[in-house]
């Protein structure tokens, strides 16, 4: 299957996240030309906002696939570690899969992401020890897999699939016996109203014989707030400067969100810098003002709703609540309706007065979802409309996305909304971003974010000041900036000033300006552990949507080796 890769940056702030989580950092706080400030809101605000998260399908669980069924194998233990440094969060699930048969038994493992996370770590049982994997060149890579594919030995092959989701193929799963998987990822958390939230969804519908949990929060002052149900079975203790909360089940029914908020303190560190042969990889954080601007949605409007096989796995309660916010905001308008699987339909138009719009509700309700997607079968010239509702889980089977580029909206925003936890994120955030358009996330959006969203003008980075000292930075396109935001890349001289543009549209409206100085940062930071750097470096980019394939994959003989693809 196809798949699509994102630009860049991921590199850039792996290298910066395994920094901030295996040392001891001071931080250079960056020189804005506005004081920043977090207020604290209260205890019954967090909780409202924290319980309506627990409703959202941020990812769906890892799931074990056998060729004659699910039966045979089970997960039988479950160990969670979560450590947060600042509003940086590394997750690590460690799975335990245990065959009931007499026989040896092939499985594949398949581990969807949510939006903005990137795996960093993976790690296989061989031979009793756990072997982790270490990023190589791409011609060894291949090397590497085909090597040991010969041979017939399972090349412990991590596979970055369609959208953001992985797969890894699991053989033998020994008659009676057990195999060990390791998979660890890190994620930005947003702050929102003064507070960091990290969401870890748990819905196993099976008891799990051994389950454990451990979450700490490193160097904080304040004690994290679990909020949620699983509130009423962690606690976080303070050891040092330091939170931790955990404990351990057994025969337990995993089925409640792992919710926690921290305060996000204005003393958090706004740069950090990592040297990084003769240049010097950065991590730099603000928290940019956006005002409310009200959006004014066009009078004709077109739909795009995509009818292919996989718009079945897509939640359209949600996606129809979508359309009924914007319809009961605007009341009268025009909308001409297409579906898109290999071609585009034309459908209609539908006039809408007064809100009413359940003609429109029917046919949609009626589509019959069937065959690819072909992303190149959308033209401006078949399109009629003032922008473009472009309801999809971005999975082109057919083409990619550079249907933008290639055949053009004719300046049109394209708006994606994605509601499908297996999704291509990559693809029509990039869709969106080249159109001007919204990218609405709906698995990443509470009620009241959703209606902001819908109601409002979108707040964007916009990209940096060019320097000449300052490259490959990330992100690369228009980004949607809410609450704290940070950028990376790759800094070629000992100091110089960034300069961050924010605005609406195309328009730049914001500046934050700040100082990066490489020899104040390693100065105050006590940088090692750069192996930990390297294995975290996942190469994941793409240009103007085009199509490639991540691979990763342990090498028996070598185990201080694995074989990464792109």
Not at 125 to 144: C, F, H, L, Y
Not at 287 to 304: D, F, G, H, V
Not at 412 to 441: E, M, R
Not at 490 to 506: C, E, M, P, W
Request: hydrophobic content about 40%.
């Amino acid at each position: 299957m196809k798949s699509r890769i994102y630009l860049i940056g991921a590199l850039l702030f792996l290298l910066v996240f395994a920094l901030i989580r295996s040392v001891v950092l001071k931080s250079q706080p960056i020189e804005f030309q506005e004081d920043i400030t977090v207020e604290e809101p209260e205890t019954a605000e967090i909780r409202q906002d924290i319980s309506s998260l627990e409703q959202l399908p941020e990812s769906t669980l890892p799931v074990m696939k056998l060729k004659n069924g699910n039966a045979e194998v089970y997960l039988q233990s479950l160990d969670i570690q979560v450590e947060v440094t600042g509003n940086i969060a590394a997750t690590r699930y460690v799975m335990v899969f245990k065959n009931r048969t007499d026989k040896i038994l092939e499985g594949e493992l398949l581990f969807p992401m949510p939006d903005g996370v990137t795996v960093s770590h993976y790690a296989l049982d061989i031979n009793g020890k756990m072997r982790e994997a270490v990023p190589v060149e791409k011609a060894k890579a291949t090397q590497v897999f085909e090597e040991i594919e010969q041979r017939r030995v399972d090349p412990g092959l991590l596979e970055r699939v369609e959208g953001n989701n992985f797969r890894t193929r699991i053989y033998p799963i020994p008659a009676n016996g057990t195999r060990t998987i390791s998979i660890g990822y890190e994620e930005e958390l947003a702050a929102e109203k003064g507070y960091f939230y990290y969401r870890l969804p748990m819905a196993y519908k099976e008891a799990i014989e051994n389950f454990s949990v451990k979450a700490s929060v490193w160097k904080t002052k304040s004690k994290p707030q679990l909020l949620g149900q699983l509130a009423e079975e962690l606690v976080f203790d303070e050891v040092g400067e330091n939170y931790v909360a955990n404990f351990s089940r057994n025969n337990y029914e995993a089925n409640k969100a792992l919710i926690f908020a921290l305060p996000a303190p204005s003393s958090i560190p706004q740069v950090l810098i990592q040297p990084a042969s003769g240049s010097y990889y950065f991590l730099a954080s603000c928290m940019p003002k956006a005002e409310n601007r009200q959006k004014n949605w066009s009078n004709t409007l077109a739909i795009i709703w995509d009818a292919s096989l996989s718009g079945l796995h897509r939640n359209h309660a949600k996606e129809l609540d979508v359309l009924d916010k914007i319809i009961s905001e605007k009341k009268n308008l025009s909308i001409n309706l297409y579906f898109l699987n290999n071609r585009l339909k034309e459908q209609g138009t539908y006039n809408i007065t007064n809100g009413d719009w359940k003609n429109l509700r029917k046919a949609i309700e009626s589509v019959i979802y069937d065959g690819g997607t072909d992303f190149k079968a959308i033209s401006s010239k078949s399109i009629s409309g003032d922008e473009i509702l472009f309801f999809s889980d971005g999975l082109s089977t057919l083409s990619d996305a550079g249907f933008v580029a290639k055949s053009g909206t004719a300046g049109l925003p394209v708006h994606c909304i994605v509601s499908s936890a297996k999704a291509d994120y990559s693809a029509t955030k990039w869709i969106s971003a080249q159109t001007s358009g919204k990218f609405i996330n709906l698995n990443a959006l509470s009620n009241e974010q959703l209606q902001h969203e819908l109601l409002f003008e979108t707040f964007h980075f916009m990209g940096i000041e060019s320097n000449p000292d300052v490259r490959e930075v990330y992100p690369s396109v228009s980004t949607p900036a809410r609450g704290n935001f940070s950028v990376a890349g790759i800094l070629d001289a000992s100091q110089t000033r960034l300069v961050l543009l924010f605005g609406y549209g195309n328009k730049v409206e914001q500046r934050i300006a700040g100082k990066l100085n490489a020899k104040e940062a390693t100065k105050q930071a006590n940088v090692h552990r750069a192996e930990k750097n390297q294995r975290a470096g996942y190469a994941i980019r793409a240009k103007q949507g085009r199509v490639g394939r991540t691979r990763t994959a342990i090498r028996h003989r070598y185990p201080q080796h694995f074989a990464h693809c792109t």
